[in-house]
Structures are given as structure tokens and as C-alpha cells.
């Protein structure tokens, strides 16, 4: 069998990040909650992607790869991480963007314009039939230039991207261990495109065999998650030669809190933000975190967590996307 240092990886994020009580928001609902500041991975404007990408752009150097292509939401925090790694290894950045030509840069759209990259939108009512060949064709465009493309899919989710998840389970649990603390009862995590959790979930399984982890979903319906976290952690467990499985039935994705859409806050979610901000000091964004907060806290009051659980809530990041929708938060 492997671990994680047996494959090769860049230097990107700051690590160990912290793992952080949160001691207002346990005693309000309830529990032991700490939260795990992927936040502060640092690089690019930090973010979960950042553990990701050491791995996925570790591929792309020792490839040759020049240009890195990849998608994502107007306000995608893997696009803008994929925009800043491609820079500091001298790949010139491809995004193309879900959403309509905006009418000003803001939040993540302005650090893809500081980190040069080239963006193209495309119509989000036909994103999902036009993103694999608007990326094949700047790949193909890329190649003609004489030029080594590479595409990064949606979140950097795949097994190869998702060891960076197994990566930070083995963290936390040196990071508890430190504190005398035994396997907490919960994770809970934002999922939009699944490769985080696939990550938890092998981690876990090998680390935390109690555990139990629910993502709660910023986008799509809970079976194609099952369906595709399943199959990726099963793919990144085979990588590790870990003899793992699950069947899709056994991944817990909660999809009650997605709001109107992806990419557009909900009301449950800016409560959320508030809460956070004004119990911990702790910033939360409307797109991926305050959603999965707004989750956890729904599933507290309902004791599908149940009372005195000890939690953990991994931040992913995502604080400059609290700027484009200032008006829909102080307007709540």
C-alpha cells in the first residue's frame, strides 16, 4: 500500500492549517464544533484547491504543460487558484466561466484579471452542453500554437486532486491527536463538484473509521453526488492501493440548502454569514460556506447531528466572493 508522500507534489499552501474551537457557536448550538481554516491555505487568496492543486499542477510540470485550462462559476475559487498556480510555474491561465460577459470585476472575477487570465463566459443555460468542447477547442488552439494544453475538469475534482483531502485528514488527526481529543463524531464540508469529499471520505475511512461525513451541496441533487463521489474515492483509494469501496447509497450529501442556484445566495446562507461573523469572527462566503454552515446548523436543530456531537467544519475558503453580493447581504 501508498500514502500520500509517495506521489509527487508541489509546494503551493501553507501548511498545517489551523484547527480552530469555536466556542460561541458550540455553546449556542449545542456541540463541539471546531473549524478547519482551509481558508488560510494562503496561496492565491487560499482555499481548499490549494491541497488540490499541489498534486494537479505537480502533473502539469512534469508534463511540460505551458497552458492550463479549466471552468468554473463566475465566482469559482478553483478558477482563480488554477489562474494564480498557472502563473507562478509561467503557464498562461484559460478560464472558461459559467455565466454571462459581467458588467464590472469584482470579488474572484478581479483576481483572474490581476493573474492575466484569459476568460471567456459562457450562456449558464447552456453551460453544461458547451463546456467540454469550449475547453477541447482551446486545447486544440493551444496545440496548433505548437503549445502543451492541459485541462483541469470542474473543482480539480479527481482521484489524483483528491489526495489532497486525504492529505488534510491525516493532519487534522496529528492536529487533535496534539490535543488529547478522540475521532470527532462529524465532518461537515461544501460540495460542488465533489472531489474534497471523495478525499474526506478515504481519509477517513482509514483514519476515522466512526466518522461520519455529510456535504452538504452548493449546486446539484444529492444522487449525482453519491454517484460521483463514490466512484472518485474509489478511484483515489486504488491510487493508494487502499482496499476501500462504497456504494453510492453510503455518501451523506444534504441538498435542501442550494437556495435559488448555484452561485446565488440563499437566505439561509447569508443568516449564516451573519452568525459566524458576529459569534466568531469568522468570514463566510454566500456561494460554498455559508451554505454548508447554514446545513450544519439546520441538522443540529433537527439532531440529524446529534446533541454534544464533536464537529468539524471545513472552511474552503472563499472570502473574496463576499464582495460582489455586498448589496443582497447588508440588504438581509
Request: with cysteine.
Amino acid at each position: 500500500m501508498k500514502n500520500v508522500n509517495d506521489f509527487e507534489r508541489v509546494s503551493l499552501g501553507f501548511f498545517p492549517t489551523p484547527l480552530e474551537s469555536l466556542p460561541g457557536l458550540s455553546n449556542e448550538l449545542g456541540i463541539a464544533l471546531q473549524i478547519k481554516r482551509d481558508d488560510y491555505t494562503g496561496f492565491g487568496g487560499g482555499g481548499n484547491k490549494v491541497r488540490k492543486l499541489e498534486y494537479l499542477m505537480a502533473e502539469a510540470c512534469r508534463n511540460g504543460v505551458n497552458v492550463v485550462i479549466t471552468t468554473g462559476g463566475h465566482q469559482s475559487n478553483h478558477a482563480r487558484m488554477v489562474a494564480a498556480a498557472a502563473r507562478k510555474f509561467n503557464m498562461r491561465p484559460v478560464l472558461v466561466l459559467r455565466g454571462n460577459p459581467p458588467a464590472s470585476y469584482q470579488g474572484n472575477l478581479l483576481l483572474d484579471r490581476l493573474f492575466g487570465a484569459e476568460l471567456e463566459f459562457l450562456d449558464p443555460d447552456d453551460y453544461f452542453t458547451l463546456i467540454d468542447g469550449a475547453m477541447q477547442a482551446h486545447a486544440d488552439r493551444a496545440q496548433a500554437r505548437g503549445e502543451k494544453p492541459m485541462i483541469i475538469p470542474l473543482g480539480g475534482a479527481t482521484p489524483l486532486g483528491a489526495l489532497g483531502y486525504v492529505r488534510a485528514v491525516e493532519e487534522m488527526d496529528a492536529q487533535r491527536k496534539a490535543l488529547g481529543l478522540p475521532d470527532p463524531d462529524v465532518l461537515v464540508a461544501p460540495t460542488g463538484s465533489g472531489g474534497t469529499l471523495a478525499g474526506l471520505y478515504v481519509g477517513a475511512r482509514r483514519y476515522w473509521p466512526n466518522t461520519r461525513i455529510v456535504g452538504i451541496s452548493v449546486s446539484a441533487k444529492a444522487p449525482w453526488f453519491q454517484e460521483r463521489i463514490s466512484r472518485m474515492a474509489q478511484e483515489c483509494a486504488d491510487l493508494l492501493q487502499w482496499p476501500q469501496r462504497w456504494q453510492p447509497e453510503a455518501i451523506w450529501i444534504e441538498d435542501d440548502y442550494v437556495g435559488q442556484a448555484y452561485g446565488i445566495p440563499s437566505e439561509g446562507g447569508i443568516e449564516a454569514i451573519y452568525r459566524a461573523a458576529q459569534a466568531e469572527g469568522v468570514l463566510l462566503d454566500p456561494v460554498y460556506t455559508g451554505k454548508a454552515m447554514h446545513g450544519l446548523i439546520s441538522l443540529v436543530e433537527k439532531q440529524q447531528i446529534a446533541p454534544d456531537s464533536s464537529v468539524i467544519f471545513i472552511h474552503c475558503g472563499g472570502s473574496p466572493a463576499l464582495y460582489p453580493f455586498a448589496s443582497q447581504i447588508l440588504e438581509h
